[in-house]
């Protein structure tokens, strides 16, 4: 371990990355709305203003955050089958979007896309225009399968339900006692689908990707048809 002239551990340089890093670090804990200079000058143990040598406003600062978001997610291989490439994608952005939901919301709001942002958008472009997608199926495909992923992540993130070991006690809380002929549907798809043993609503997203990934397989239909062509 390095130490300064005092013995002590010498403390890392301050720079951009580091600055970014810890920010990164105070979202996963507290939210986006827990970062602040303060908090994250806290967490670099420096002073506020030296966080401003390096990043001009916290607006950066989320911008770089994001950036390093993308820069976890896989890309899929220039050369490889596309779907392959989608589904590894899709997996991969559901499980950084777990480590980092407070991200889920900005991944397509930020008006200042990082190099990692515009790698990973060239990536996924490059591989379905490499598959023979056109410019315009691409742009069908590219938002498909990011509207189902992000909306998953989304929805994981937002059940009162963490993990299977929960399930049950959940699920039981929120169906209306004593009012079973009002609910029918209700009770019967929970006591059916979601008190049994082994429910995890996670197992939904390899479901509903295959779906659309199926779809994207096939020939268009009609409307899309004629949409990509006008």
Same mark, same amino acid.
């Given at each position: 371990?390095?130490? +300064?002239?005092?013995?002590? #551990?010498?403390?890392?340089?301050?720079?951009? +990355?580091?600055?970014?890093?810890?920010?990164?670090?105070?979202?996963?804990?507290?939210?986006?709305?827990?970062?602040?200079?303060?908090?994250?000058?806290?967490?670099?143990?420096?002073? #506020?203003?030296?966080?401003?040598?390096?990043?001009?406003?916290?607006?950066?600062?989320?911008?770089?955050?994001?950036? &390093?978001?993308?820069?976890?997610?896989?890309?899929?291989?220039?050369?490889?089958?596309? /779907?392959?490439?989608?589904?590894?994608?899709?997996?991969?952005? /559901?499980?950084?979007?777990?480590?980092?939901?407070?991200?889920?919301?900005?991944?397509?709001? /930020?008006?200042?896309?990082?190099?990692? @942002? &515009? /790698?990973?958008?060239?990536?996924?472009?490059?591989?379905?225009?490499?598959?023979? =997608?056109?410019?315009?199926?691409?742009?069908?495909? =590219?938002?498909?399968?990011?509207?189902?992923? =992000?909306?998953?992540?989304?929805?994981?993130?937002?059940?009162?339900?963490?993990?299977?070991?929960?399930?049950?006690?959940?699920?039981?809380?929120?169906?209306?006692?004593? =009012?079973? +002929?009002?609910?029918?549907?209700?009770?019967?798809? @929970?006591?059916?689908?979601?008190?049994?043993?082994?429910?995890?609503?996670?197992?939904?997203? +390899?479901?509903? &990707?295959?779906?659309?990934?199926?779809?994207?397989?096939?020939?268009? #239909?009609?409307?899309?048809?004629?949409?990509?062509?006008?």
């Amino acid at each position: 371990m390095k130490t +300064d002239s005092g013995g002590r #551990p010498a403390r890392t340089p301050l720079s951009r +990355d580091r600055v970014l890093h810890g920010a990164l670090t105070v979202a996963d804990a507290g939210g986006l709305e827990s970062l602040t200079i303060r908090s994250l000058a806290h967490e670099l143990g420096v002073k #506020p203003m030296s966080v401003y040598y390096h990043v001009a406003n916290k607006s950066e600062i989320i911008d770089g955050i994001v950036d &390093l978001v993308f820069s976890e997610i896989e890309l899929p291989a220039p050369d490889g089958d596309w /779907r392959t490439g989608m589904r590894h994608r899709a997996a991969s952005a /559901r499980n950084v979007l777990r480590r980092h939901p407070w991200a889920i919301p900005l991944l397509q709001s /930020r008006r200042n896309p990082g190099p990692a @942002t &515009l /790698r990973h958008h060239d990536a996924v472009i490059g591989s379905l225009r490499s598959a023979g =997608f056109s410019v315009a199926m691409t742009a069908h495909a =590219f938002a498909l399968i990011d509207s189902y992923v =992000f909306g998953f992540a989304l929805s994981e993130s937002a059940l009162p339900i963490n993990g299977p070991e929960t399930v049950t006690e959940v699920a039981t809380s929120m169906i209306p006692a004593g =009012f079973p +002929d009002l609910y029918p549907h209700l009770i019967e798809f @929970t006591t059916e689908h979601i008190l049994k043993p082994g429910y995890d609503f996670g197992a939904e997203f +390899d479901y509903g &990707l295959t779906l659309i990934l199926d779809a994207l397989s096939g020939p268009a #239909p009609r409307g899309a048809a004629e949409i990509s062509s006008s």
